[in-house]
């Protein structure tokens, strides 16, 4: 990591009262402002660009029965400056991250403070306490009450067991039942166009909180409280059945995580938001070089529905091995294994099936230079974690799936960060599937790759009509948010509304063909799935050419165009070449595409557009190679549903 300034400036205000007392905390650019108010209790109130977009809101924490921020009595705070590039492990927007802002941190009576930050696109607190031993927390009140009654797109809960593969609800703040309540990020639209995104960072050791009605216009926390006892139905489903009357119990001396709003002014600043990653715990591994990004060629979703072949298809030695053939073909990085390599009923997972050799698997692999990873649930590797990744690690398997955790209590939330310390002393990648939003451990455990929790290609083999174009414009700018999201795009089998079936063992996707190519610029995933089949990908070659060579992570972003839940224009560098992705919704658009981004030099650009019978027959499209310089520009026209890809290759 290489600094560019710190400063800390220590101000001495003296002792406070409970009497009230103001302090300013501004962004960088003075472009937000928060004004901390020390009263009766410790509230906050944001000011954007002089409107005000958050009245002011309390916070407090109960521990051991006490609630700190109540009555308070602040002691001398101490203000810093920062500004410093961080170099993360994993390249997912970019190569270096800008870290800018302002922080005050203000202690009080009672061995606790608050820490405010103040950047230019967004602001956070969380607390601190400093105190001796064990504690029980009991309760914590996150609070927001915005001036206005505004439009926000929940993803609303199916209670506290929940896997977050949630469709969006777009409606006033009041209009939330008292009954819903809302997974994060949430998103609050201003009718001045400005966005704001509510989620949070650094979560360690703690549980996870949803955001339910809290009064007029206001949204407040909720929290799943810690589990006591358990019901276990499946192989996975374990259910929290009865529970404690308190969130966490944890060190006394700790901070906690923030609590952070992303504010945008238009939609393309929004989608370049990487406040979570910079509020999150520095890098916890000393070793990174074994940890490699790349494309994996995924079984699943095709259901191992392969053809043309000389053997059965399905869950055996001969099928993988054709997987790991059509990775080496396009140099692909890894192989998956879902689900069925071992027996679910008994949970072994030293003992693969019996149609499956894995030492003959992962040598071929190896041969080919495709590594393997393998597809678990979370109970069966919690059974017996140390055992499970000795053998792993023994066949030379590079990474794991884990799966169907759907919680994010306290317990929940220790075991994803035990997994990924784990795994990384194997050397090994992590995926979560089944998970909770990603909340920054991607950046103390960089092999946590990346997540689900989000409504994915996946959704298409049974209820597809909620995953579909409409949701693929909406994701970007709110779960996509939280850090990197594991969509699993790729179908080649598409369809428009007219003619779309969910067919479980031969599944299609709603929207274009191009639609699905351009998910692989817009859509972050450094491990990015190829979903369909590889007899299918053999069949199209032309498709293949794009997604053997577009990279999984990047130098440089740049959001050209974006309208929340519409479209999204994006273009990114790798190394010397660029790539471009265009995705709409349900309505066709005309969109028109500048190449001033280019440095100087001659290029060629290969793209894919929805063809001209795109909007019946979704598969249809067309490919076109030019040459290209930073001076031209392009129509493009997007079909319902559609999509527009391209790679512009530097030439020598």
């Known amino acids: 990591m290489k600094y560019l300034h710190i400063a800390v400036l220590l101000v001495t205000i003296g002792s406070f009262t409970a009497y009230a007392q103001d302090i300013t905390l501004s962004s960088p650019n003075d472009i937000n402002k928060i004004n901390i108010f020390i009263g009766e209790n410790i509230s906050y109130e944001v000011i954007h660009r002089d409107q005000k977009i958050l009245e002011r ?7 051991n029965g006490r609630e700190l921020g109540v009555n308070p ?4 705070p101490r203000r810093r400056a920062v500004d410093q590039l961080i170099n993360p492990v994993v390249k997912v927007k970019r190569a270096q991250i800008r870290d800018h802002f302002n922080e005050i941190e203000i202690p009080f009576r009672g061995g606790y403070s608050v820490i405010f930050r103040a950047y230019d696109d967004g602001v956070a607190y969380r607390f601190r306490t400093n105190l001796k031993g064990l504690i029980t927390v009991d309760s914590e009140n996150v609070s927001y009450n915005f001036p206005l009654n505004h439009s926000a797109t929940f993803p609303i809960a199916d209670g506290y067991y929940t896997h977050y593969e949630r469709g969006s609800t777009t409606q006033n703040i009041n209009d939330l039942s008292d009954d819903q309540f809302s997974c994060l990020p949430v998103l609050i639209a201003r009718e001045s166009g400005q966005k704001m995104v509510i989620t949070e960072a650094d979560l360690y050791d703690y549980p996870g909180y949803y955001l339910e009605k809290g009064g007029e216009s206001a949204l407040q926390s909720t929290f799943p409280r810690y589990p006591k006892t358990y019901k276990a139905s499946t192989d996975r489903d374990v259910i929290p059945e009865l529970r404690e009357d308190f969130i966490a119990r944890t060190n006394g001396r700790r901070v906690y995580p923030w609590r952070l709003m992303v504010i945008s002014d238009n939609d393309a600043e929004l989608l370049q938001n990487e406040m979570v990653y910079k509020l999150s715990r ?7 070089s074994w940890i490699k990004p790349g494309k994996v060629a995924w079984d699943w979703y095709n259901a191992n529905n392969v053809f043309g072949v000389d053997f059965q298809s399905g869950i055996n030695t001969d099928t993988y091995k054709y997987y790991i053939d059509f990775a080496a073909k396009y140099n692909l990085d890894y192989v998956i294994l879902d689900e069925g390599w071992y027996d679910i009923k008994t949970n072994d997972l030293i003992h693969p099936v019996p149609s499956i050799d894995m030492p003959a698997l992962a040598a071929y692999g190896k041969e080919k230079s495709v590594d393997l990873i393998l597809w678990v649930t979370w109970k069966a590797l919690e059974d017996n974690l140390a055992g499970a990744l000795e053998q792993f690690s023994d066949w030379g398997i590079k990474g794991i799936k884990v799966d169907f955790m759907q919680r994010d209590d306290q317990w929940m ?8 310390k784990a795994a990384a002393e194997h050397h090994m990648l992590v995926d979560y599937h089944g998970s909770y939003k990603p909340s920054g451990l991607r950046r103390a455990y960089p092999n946590v790759i990346s997540r689900e929790g989000v409504r994915g290609l996946e959704q298409h083999k049974w209820v597809g009509q909620f995953a579909n174009p409409e949701n693929d414009l909406i994701i970007p700018f709110t779960r996509q948010l939280a850090g990197p999201m594991d969509y699993t795009p790729g179908a080649m089998r598409n369809a428009q509304k007219a003619n779309y079936q969910p067919i479980f063992n031969r ?12 998910m692989y610029v817009i859509y972050e995933s450094p491990l990015q799935m190829l979903a369909d089949a590889p007899s299918n990908y053999l069949n199209e070659e032309e498709c293949m050419e794009f997604l053997s060579k577009v990279p999984t992570v990047w130098d440089e972003t740049e959001i050209l165009e974006a309208s929340f839940g519409d479209y999204i224009v994006t273009a990114r560098k790798h190394g010397e070449n660029w790539y471009v992705g265009a995705m709409t919704d349900w309505d066709a658009r005309d969109l028109k595409l500048d190449l001033s981004f280019l440095e100087e030099g001659n290029y060629q650009i290969q793209y894919y557009q929805d063809g001209i019978n795109a909007e019946n027959y979704a598969s249809d499209y067309k490919m076109i190679k030019q040459e290209v310089s930073s001076k031209d520009t392009f129509n493009i026209h997007l079909a319902s549903g559609g999509g527009w890809a391209a790679m512009i290759i530097k030439q020598p």
Do not use: W
């Open 507 to 518: 599944p299609m996707s709603l929207g274009t063909r191009c639609h699905q190519l351009a």
């Open 57 to 63: 809101s309390p916070m407090s924490i109960t521990i």
């Open 282 to 288: 520095p890098l916890m591994l000393s070793d990174v």
């Open 73 to 76: 009595r602040a002691r001398s």
């Open 413 to 420: 939330v220790q075991y994803y960060e035990k997994v990924a």
